[in-house]
């Protein structure tokens, strides 16, 4: 099986500029910096971590929405990098995106109808007007959604609605991939829960291929195959959900797992929470060697590697389930964390 | 009940809007005892916010208007007490910290000058001191480098270090009640573990009661004492913390509880509540839970429901509790 979305070193920096005239570079944000993965068709990889962490900048930079500083983007075969806007255009429609913000991301001097219709026409996918009309109304009630709403405006329904409408229009021109940028977390608990299934059913129905970004793991676990944990750039972690909450490996995710409330009083006495020190470091001055250890538990009890963690970069090893760490890299993947 | 440090009773907060008045608190009754921590739970607009604004007596009027009810702080009305008094109270014997702590501080004065101003002001404090007092407390909320740090403005400090600035400030005057509306929902997961363990630290230390509003089932199960579930303004059930998340009675909470996933759960289907959440000005008669509950019959479309009790402090306002009604 081949992978549908292949990600090479990629890499995302933004520049900060000085000055009136001649707008010298004074430093760059590396908001993405030197990342890897595969995504299989019809496979959801969860991409998780805290705000800053640049993995809203890797859905974009793969979408092209950003063109990345360094890096190959493999969509079907193809490296997206490398392509013009002009030649880029025909693999838009087969890769889409859900925004977080459904106040935002919705024209509201469009009508729903408008706003889903929109993408079939720049695409040229239907031919006439009786067309364009079935097709939207198929989506709408796809997702969800009262087709006699058409002519609607998007501040006449609430914020799960507005969400179904975004949903309605990143499949309007059935892509293969989408790249879903925390749906679900502008919203009511009650109504996540709405959004979650709906998100689910579309992916059996069309076999779609999801990358799922949220910030915390609870949000993303009913709907991963697979997660990557992210930190400052660089993905620390990666495998199903079932081993990373069972047997989190790197210090960061064990840290991030113990950080999720659990609604239940009885399991959150008996919990033993990891509480980090600080804040993120900033993506500008990022830590020398491995970026999380400034704030690593398990640096400190292994004086021994301490000093690898502050020089070198760790680079993740392992197959299926992946690590980048440098004491979990001297104790072997195979040994228990604890 | 002396141990009770604040009772609300029958409390109605209505608001005059284009679409008729709006009853966003609606009768609402609970207590808090010295030292306990009670958790109110609701999605937005099921009144949490209103509620306690009004405790503090800080519903903008018009169009609001507190229409009834008593709140016995330390036995002392406040719905019938003076501006003045009100104004003494506020920040010194009852604090409040917000969701977004960018937008309640004021990003013109530097962090020093907001954190004194309330210690001149309430505690007479002279500069000298109050700027002493200020950096202490500073540090007894984990700022690293206080002494730097109190003299930079909002901006220069990130999400949670904010909020922790908010609690200081919140802190000073060693509040009896402290309330926190939502303190940690804007905040990385990371940092709200952060910020519960410093509210819950700082409880031990000082012995402040603590009301902790928020939509998260999780962040009340690890801190609160007692919860109250709210509904489109009224309450839909009460209990003692262990109590509700072991017997869930009223529908919604069970539907709370469903629609969150949980890290520990097994892998299955999330269960939403259907439909969405109520708009006040257009509340159907009966229960107001009725339209996206699953056990709803005429009763429930026609009367609102008496409460029912289900245990030791533990009631629900619903004509078909989940758990069996004790006498």
């Known amino acids: 099986m081949s992978a549908l979305v292949s990600v090479r070193d990629l890499r995302m920096h933004f520049p900060v500029r000085k000055g009136v005239v001649f707008q010298r570079e004074v430093a760059r944000v590396k908001a993405v910096d030197g990342i890897s993965f595969d995504i299989q068709p019809g496979e959801t990889l969860g991409l998780v971590g805290e705000s800053g962490c640049g993995k809203s900048t890797t859905g974009r930079a793969i979408l092209q929405l950003y063109r990345p500083t360094a890096g190959e983007v493999v969509f079907d075969g193809q490296d997206l990098t490398r392509l ?255 | 009940m002396a141990n009770n440090l604040l009772e609300v009773h029958d409390l109605e907060v209505h608001f005059r809007t284009d679409g008729g008045t709006v009853r966003a608190v609606d009768g609402v009754s609970f207590h808090l005892e010295r030292g306990a921590t009670l958790g109110i739970v609701g999605e937005s607009g099921s009144g949490k916010s209103v509620t306690c604004n009004a405790i503090m007596r800080l519903i903008p009027t018009p169009p609001g208007r507190i229409a009834g009810g008593r709140v016995l702080f330390e036995g002392r009305d406040l719905l019938q007490a003076s501006a003045r008094d009100m104004r003494r109270l506020r920040g010194n014997e009852i604090s409040m910290i917000f969701q977004d702590p960018m937008s309640s501080l004021n990003p013109y004065l530097k962090v020093s000058r907001q954190l004194t101003e309330v210690l001149e002001l309430h505690q007479g404090l002279d500069r000298k001191a109050a700027r002493s007092r200020g950096i202490e407390m500073l540090e007894h909320v984990g700022i690293p480098d206080p002494a730097r740090r109190f003299d930079q403005y909002p901006h220069q400090f990130s999400g949670g270090m904010r909020q922790r600035v908010m609690i200081a400030m919140a802190l000073l005057c060693k509040p009896k009640l402290l309330i926190a509306d939502e303190p940690t929902t804007a905040l990385d997961v990371t940092i709200q573990a952060q910020i519960l363990e410093l509210i819950k630290k700082l409880k031990e230390d000082e012995g402040t009661s603590v009301i902790l509003i928020t939509h998260d089932l999780g962040v009340v199960a690890g801190m609160a004492d007692e919860i109250l579930v709210m509904y489109a303004g009224r309450v839909a059930e009460s209990a003692p913390a262990a109590d509700l998340f072991r017997r869930p009675a009223h529908p919604n909470t069970q539907g709370l509880l469903d629609s969150v996933p949980r890290l520990d759960a097994d892998h299955d289907e999330l269960k939403p509540i259907r439909g969405l959440p109520p708009i006040v000005t257009q509340l159907p008669p009966g229960c107001p839970f009725a339209p996206r509950c699953d056990f709803a019959s005429d009763a429930c479309r026609r009367d609102y429901p008496a409460p029912k009790s289900i245990g030791s402090e533990h009631f629900t306002h619903c004509h078909h509790p989940l758990q069996e009604v004790s006498a």
């Open chain 1, 84 to 338: 013009s806007e002009r030649e880029l255009f025909p693999y838009r429609r087969h890769m889409q995106m859900i925004f977080q913000d459904p106040y935002a991301s919705l024209n509201p001097r469009m009508t729903v109808g408008d706003i889903i219709g929109e993408p079939l026409v720049t695409h040229r996918l239907v031919s006439d007007k009786t067309q364009l009309r079935r097709q939207v109304q198929d989506l709408m009630v796809q997702c969800g959604l009262n087709p006699q709403y058409v002519r609607r405006y998007p501040h006449e329904f609430s914020g799960g609605q507005r969400q179904r409408i975004g949903i309605a229009r990143a499949l309007a021109t059935r892509p293969k991939f989408i790249v879903c940028d925390e749906p679900i977390a502008a919203l009511d608990v009650s109504i996540q829960a709405q959004i979650m299934n709906l998100l689910k059913k579309l992916q059996k129905e069309l076999g779609l291929t999801f990358l799922f970004i949220a910030h915390d793991l609870s949000a993303v676990r009913h709907i991963s195959d697979r997660i990557a944990v992210m930190y400052l750039g660089r993905i620390v972690e990666v495998a199903d959900y079932e081993t990373l909450y069972r047997d989190p490996r790197h210090p960061y995710t064990q840290a991030l797992i113990s950080a999720v409330p659990i609604p239940d009083p009885e399991v959150e006495a008996k919990r033993n929470r990891i509480v980090l020190e600080g804040d993120v470091p900033s993506p500008l001055n990022p830590p020398s060697g491995c970026r999380f250890h400034t704030r690593c538990a398990a640096r400190r009890v292994n004086p021994d590697v301490a000093d690898r963690c502050t020089r070198d970069e760790p680079v993740l090893i392992g197959e299926r389930r992946q690590v980048a760490c440098h004491v979990v890299e001297r104790d072997g993947l195979k040994s228990p964390s604890r």
